[in-house]
């Protein structure tokens, strides 16, 4: 059984604490693109954990968890990763974590050229990208012109740094332009050596493994570290990540090109939030972002940027349901409205007075307008609902709602950042 839990908005929706839910019922849990660009929070009896490049499973015994070929590892990144969670007293092991030899690994100089090119952007036009400057995109760019190092060269360090001094010059070619100082083969090599070295066990072809575990009949789950709307190609380009967050690269992505997915549950929040630069249509300014920012404790997880909110946007989410595929929805945060009398919903956007239905091309999103509804709040604290019929009726109708605008079931709602707050509602 494979299972996909992706984001439907622009990320942040609460994936890791919904993947830490569900995982109780998987074996295996793994990661498919991305790198430690993303943060998830997840809050369970051992304590209040952040997770960029792990996988939520990790914090459960039995799960076993794979970091697959379609993500970029930050070698130091992960190593402190995995040290801060053993001092939380979290067991990691070769036997409850595998990476896979395809992954790419994000080096020093991917930081350094996403930092040059933020900085030259915000001098030159005044409008960065709104990257996390963690190199992300400059490592998958490399990828895809086959210049990047993998996990796997790790295993044959002379094959690895015979390669080295040739892509460092290159690379140089490209740092030298921006006036900063070109990095050496030499620190690069300390750099495999120290943070490398430490994770060598943990290396290995992971589609051997999830294709045993899947004719075993385990349960697979993958996990997408961002939303649908920061897919590379189906996202608000250029303002998304530069790896494919969609459910259907999710076999791939782990290493599993040849198993199909059997379900895919998308995580909806109740409102809307976007870190960094971009379009988005539904956002509040003002005091009503503040009161909504300050209720849904929205920052960023990975940076602690203040994000951009507004009320649920139904175009986009739509859309993103859509994209991932979703056939159920788990609803987050559901809570953060409680202290509303009248909660806004975003139902279209407008263009030039006509009304739009369907999430327009990215320019043209700029010149959008969001329509608002208003609809009755539950105005009272449903953060100790635990069953369906404990939520007051303006709640199940709020819900109710969006499963009709959005063309979805809705299949879990939660009201608490805590493990076990969420109400199943079928
Ligand atoms: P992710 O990137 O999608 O995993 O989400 P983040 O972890 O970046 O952001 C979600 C935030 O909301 C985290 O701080 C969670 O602890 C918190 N959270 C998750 N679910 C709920 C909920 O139902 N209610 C409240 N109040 N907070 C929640
Ligand atoms: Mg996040």
Redesign the pocket.
């Known amino acids: 059984m494979l299972t996909s839990i992706c984001?439907i908005n622009w990320?942040?929706?609460?994936?890791?604490?919904m993947v830490d839910l569900l995982s109780r019922d998987f074996d295996v849990v793994c990661r498919y693109q991305g790198g430690n660009n993303?943060?998830?929070?997840v809050?369970n009896e051992k304590g209040k954990f952040i997770l960029n490049l792990l996988p939520s499973g990790i914090l459960r015994e039995n799960v076993v968890n794979v970091l697959g070929c379609g993500m970029v590892i930050d070698l130091k990144h992960l190593c402190g990763e995995m040290e801060r969670l053993r001092a939380g007293g979290i067991a990691i092991s070769p036997e409850n974590l595998k990476i896979s030899d395809k992954a790419i690994i994000t080096m020093p100089y991917h930081i350094l050229q996403d930092v040059m090119e933020e900085d030259r952007l915000q001098k030159a036009t005044g409008k960065p990208y709104g990257s996390t400057r963690r190199g992300i995109s400059p490592v998958y760019a490399d990828k895809y012109m086959k210049k990047a190092f993998r996990m796997g060269e790790l295993l044959n360090p002379d094959l690895l740094y015979s390669r080295l001094s040739d892509i460092v010059d290159w690379k140089n070619m490209t740092i030298k332009a921006y006036g900063f100082t070109p990095v050496t083969a030499a620190e690069m090599r300390e750099y495999f050596e120290k943070y490398g070295a430490p994770l060598k066990d943990y290396i290995c072809d992971v589609s051997v493994y999830l294709n045993k575990a899947a004719a075993e009949g385990k349960k697979i789950m993958f996990e997408a570290q961002l939303g649908a709307l920061r897919d590379i190609d189906y996202g608000i380009v250029p303002y998304t990540s530069s790896s494919s967050t969609i459910a259907a690269y999710a076999p791939i992505g782990a290493g599993v090109p040849n198993l199909k997915l059997d379900n895919s549950i998308g995580?909806m929040k109740a409102y809307s939030s976007c870190v960094g630069a971009g379009p988005f249509t539904c956002e509040y300014f003002g005091e009503k972002a503040e009161r909504l920012r300050e209720l849904g404790?929205e920052y960023g997880?990975a940076t602690g940027r203040p994000r951009r909110v507004g009320p649920f946007d139904v175009v986009a989410s739509r859309y993103g349901i859509r994209c991932q595929g979703a056939d159920e929805i788990a609803l987050?945060?559901l809570?953060?409205l409680d202290s509303y009398e009248e909660i806004e919903i975003c139902t279209h956007y407008e263009l030039n007075g006509k009304i739009l239905d369907e999430f327009p091309f990215t320019d043209v999103l700029d010149y959008c307008k969001p329509v608002f509804e208003k609809v009755k709040g539950w105005n009272c604290d449903i953060s100790a609902c635990r069953k369906k019929e404990d939520l007051p009726k303006e709640a199940l109708d709020y819900i109710a709602l969006l499963e009709k605008l959005c063309g979805c079931r809705i299949k879990y709602v939660?009201?608490?950042?805590e493990r076990d707050?969420y109400v199943k509602m079928y």
């Not at 990320?11 to 604490?17: A, N, S, V």
């Not at 993303?38 to 929070?41: E, K, M, S």
């Open positions: 984001g990320g942040d929706e609460g994936k890791g604490r993303a943060g998830h929070t809050i995580i404790g997880a987050t945060k809570d953060v939660s009201v608490g950042a707050a």
